[in-house]
């Protein structure tokens, strides 16, 4: 099982609408969750920290379950804007280091 | 409040050739990481340091490639020599606590 696995996408979806990212990680000593966004080209921009009661930003929220071991990244009435890729990042214990997944591509449709 | 700075942006290199990446970090954060980041993956750690001193080198292939932080504030990454397979993109990145900001990046063609 790979350290930090995402849904696999693309997602194709119309603006307005809804759409949700899973990220699982396998170490149950990992302490702290990301999701960066990564436009085509550019370099990975910090959207938001997971924490342990769930955070929201706007249209976005992020929840973590540590029970069953995944993040998810929800985004409410998606723009056009949002049309980017997600990698989530996962923090193990004792460390700085973070380990990324591969990502998820998300095309928001006009 | 200025961003991590890299260069060059692209670099382009034939197959046994060196070349080296410059990073320079925000100001005051005392943690640098080397990414490497493969058309279709995510950044994968290379190599982190504190301050001037290397925190965790792993996953760095020592046999080709060394990188340092000099005074603890620029670092730069050295490949030599290089494959085909080093073709990637390499990320930068400072943080002064957990989360990490990345800079532009470097886009290595090995040809």
């Known amino acids: 099982r790979k350290e930090v696995e995402q849904d696999p996408g693309p997602f194709n979806v119309p603006e307005g609408a809804t759409v949700a990212f899973n990220c699982t990680y396998s170490?149950?000593?990992?302490?702290?969750f990301f999701w960066y966004r990564q436009d085509c080209r550019k370099e990975p921009k910090l959207l938001m920290s997971v924490y342990s009661s769930g955070n929201e930003d706007g249209r976005f929220t992020a929840q973590l379950n540590r029970a069953s071991q995944y993040i998810s990244l929800l985004i409410r009435d998606s723009k056009l804007s949002d049309s980017a890729t997600y990698l989530c990042?996962?923090?193990?214990?004792?460390?700085?280091?973070?380990?990324f997944g591969k990502g998820t591509k998300l095309s928001v449709i006009p | 409040e200025a961003g991590v700075a890299q260069s060059p942006r692209y670099k382009i290199i034939e197959k046994r050739q060196s070349v080296a990446f410059w990073c320079n970090p925000i100001?005051?954060?005392?943690?640098l990481y080397w990414y490497q980041q493969i058309l279709g993956q995510g950044p994968k750690l290379l190599i982190q340091?504190?301050?001037?001193?290397?925190?965790?080198d792993s996953q760095l292939p020592k046999d080709r490639f060394s990188a340092e932080r000099l005074k603890g504030v620029d670092s730069t990454l050295k490949i030599q020599p290089a494959k085909l397979e080093d073709s990637a993109v390499y990320l930068c990145a400072s943080s002064l606590r957990i989360e990490q900001f990345f800079g532009p990046g470097t886009r290595l063609t090995v040809l």
């Open positions: 170490n149950s000593a990992s302490q702290s």
């Open positions: 340091f504190q301050n001037n001193g290397v925190v965790d």
């Open positions: 990042a996962v923090k193990g214990a004792g460390s700085y280091q973070l380990t």
């Open positions: 100001s005051g954060h005392a943690t």
